[in-house]
């Protein structure tokens, strides 16, 4: 039987590991807890390649040299760094939304390329960023630069205040240095001018030695409070619309996100 002309042929990616530290060549072990999902999860064996990344940038090729039950051993054979990274930065300052939605809004956000997450404190936050909080992040975004072969971890950050963002802001204003980085909050009331007219401007002199970075606030369910949106306002931030809809708190963050991958996007 002749094969079909049309049959596709898929190349499989290597599985990934995310290590800390890594030879550019010579042997090393995976982490326990990737150990046993080599084995027991993906049935890997000795000789099967595998990919490592250590989440600043760097990657590396290597190969199964030695397995027992609780470790794998790796030869890295080839090391270089790898930047999948967008020319400018995007940090996001979000209000977390409750429960399994906030594996989703990292997942997203880290897919798109977004810089830096920081959880806010809001008048009307619902789900707290606590310290066990911020770790969880942290572990998905591990789990989500292996899935998508981002090789640079988006940066999880101590949680912030409306407060501390003004403090922030006032500052920047008065340095001398100049001061590349639109400072915008989402709100659906009020005088507001839509999100893509106002990125699109923070992205025009992006073939510069300083491509300009984004601050982006995104408010909890409730939205900001009237209070919080004046203090935005005096220190200084910018208020943009996202659309006559209101969003959920994931929704917005990873609207803002593409639209700045869009923007951005060197293909």
Request: hydrophobic share 40%.
């Amino acid at each position: 039987m002749l094969a079909s002309p049309y049959r596709v042929m898929v190349q499989m990616s290597p599985p990934r590991f995310f290590l800390d530290v890594f030879p550019a060549q010579g042997c090393v072990s995976l982490s326990k807890e990737d150990a046993r999902h080599a084995q027991s999860v993906l049935r890997l064996k000795v000789g099967d390649s595998l990919q490592l990344f250590d989440g600043r940038g760097r990657q590396a090729e290597a190969s199964i040299v030695r397995m027992s039950k609780s470790s794998v051993e790796v030869d890295v054979v080839a090391s270089d760094s790898v930047s999948r990274e967008l020319p400018s930065k995007l940090e996001l300052i979000v209000a977390l939304p409750k429960g399994d939605r906030q594996k989703v809004l990292i997942d997203m956000l880290v897919q798109l390329g977004v810089d830096q997450l920081t959880p806010l404190h809001c008048e009307r936050s619902v789900a707290q960023p606590t310290d066990n909080a911020v770790e969880r992040l942290q572990r998905s975004v591990i789990e989500t630069c292996k899935q998508c072969g981002r090789n640079q971890l988006m940066q999880v950050n101590e949680p912030t205040s409306i407060g501390q963002l003004g403090e922030q802001q006032q500052n920047n204003s008065v340095d001398s240095a100049p001061i590349r980085t639109l400072s915008l909050f989402a709100h659906p009331y009020g005088n507001h001018r839509p999100v893509l007219e106002l990125l699109k401007s923070a992205c025009r002199d992006q073939a510069s030695a300083q491509p300009p970075t984004a601050r982006v606030i995104i408010g909890p369910e409730g939205g900001l409070s009237d209070v919080e949106c004046e203090q935005l306002l005096t220190a200084g931030w910018t208020q943009a619309s996202l659309g006559s809809s209101i969003l959920r708190i994931e929704t917005a963050a990873i609207m803002v996100a593409a639209t700045w991958a869009a923007l951005n996007s060197d293909t």
